[in-house]
């Protein structure tokens, strides 16, 4: 795989303050890897820090085989950034402020047109910034970072203000330039948007990096229980509580509505008990640990620690 970005024991101190500490990972063409934590976990730090707008205290940063803090950072035009918070000269249009950002990248102004087109603002283009909802800027601000098709696109809260449609609309997008080999870093507090779309969840707590990997090899570490959803069988549903013997522990019965949590050692065992014939089982629902529970879980585990 292509790497594209490369943090190796990075530091960055504000005073005596470490907003970020130690914090190494490398991204490769073609990833889509969400960067999730609470506020002042870090992760606006470090989208700064790849971009060159402030330097680290200590380690090394490599974006596109470019130093970002170098004078001359020639991989600039090729990486594409959404600040969380979007702001823009409320004199002018959505098409002169696209027409601003593509002379700065040198890139031809025919292709602001579909950009403008392709988050909902070709009607909206000759309109004043100030006219504009916070949703609008937000689109206006995907628009101007998606310039130029860039190799590394960073988005910190891209999906603020935008209406279920756009949000579904953005991910196609984000989608799009992941198969074309752009490494796409998601930073959003979203964490049910991130689920099914990131292929990689990098956690950040306190300015530590405390857990690195996919969904599957987060749930592996973490060994949280998965919650297998029962719906006994009409009439069976005191039947279907003993069902599964000391196997079970029950999190939540209502009604002909049954929740286990399964320890990872006996969900094979409960999955096949359900399916024996005889079962007072009508229907059943497998549900792993989230992305929320696994985040919660790895914050507990570094506070213990």
């Known amino acids: 795989m292509t790497k594209t970005i490369d943090l190796q024991s990075v530091t960055k101190r504000f005073g005596r303050i470490e907003a970020v500490r130690e914090v190494s990972f490398r991204l490769h063409a073609g990833e889509v890897v969400a960067l999730v934590g609470h506020n002042g976990a870090g992760k606006t730090t470090l989208m700064k820090l790849m971009l060159g707008l402030i330097q680290a205290s200590l380690g090394t ?15 600039r035009r090729s990486v594409g950034y959404l600040p969380e918070n979007v702001s823009f000269n409320a004199a002018l249009s959505g098409r002169e402020i696209m027409s601003f950002y593509a002379r700065l990248k040198r ?27 916070k949703g609008m800027r937000q689109r206006l601000g995907l628009a101007q970072a998606l310039l130029g ?22 991910y196609e997008i984000v989608q799009e330039l992941s198969d074309r080999g752009a490494t796409v870093l998601l930073s959003s507090h979203a964490l049910t948007e991130l689920e099914d779309r990131a292929g990689r969840v990098i956690i950040m707590n306190r300015g530590v990096k405390v857990a690195d990997g996919t969904l599957t090899e987060l749930r592996r570490i973490a060994l949280l229980p998965t919650r297998i959803r029962i719906t006994s069988a009409p009439g069976d549903a005191e ?21 286990i949590d399964a320890a990872p050692d006996q969900k ?37 620690a």
């Open 61 to 75: 940063i490599e974006m596109l085989g470019d130093d970002p803090a170098a004078g001359d950072f020639a991989a």
């Open 107 to 133: 890139e031809d102004l025919s292709t602001i047109e579909p950009l403008l087109e392709r988050v909902g603002l070709a009607d909206a283009a000759d309109r004043r910034i100030g006219t504009y909802s």
């Open 149 to 170: 098709e860039p190799l590394v696109l960073l988005l910190d809260e891209p999906t603020t203000g935008l209406d279920p449609a756009l949000r579904q609309s953005f």
């Open 239 to 259: 039947r279907a509580r003993t069902w599964f013997g000391p196997l079970a522990t029950w999190r939540r019965v209502n009604g002909h509505m049954i929740e």
């Open 268 to 304: 094979i065992e409960l999955l096949r008990r359900a399916s024996e014939e005889g079962a007072p089982i009508a229907d059943i629902d497998v549900v792993p640990p989230t992305l929320d529970d696994l985040y919660a879980h790895f914050l507990r585990s570094q506070d213990a």
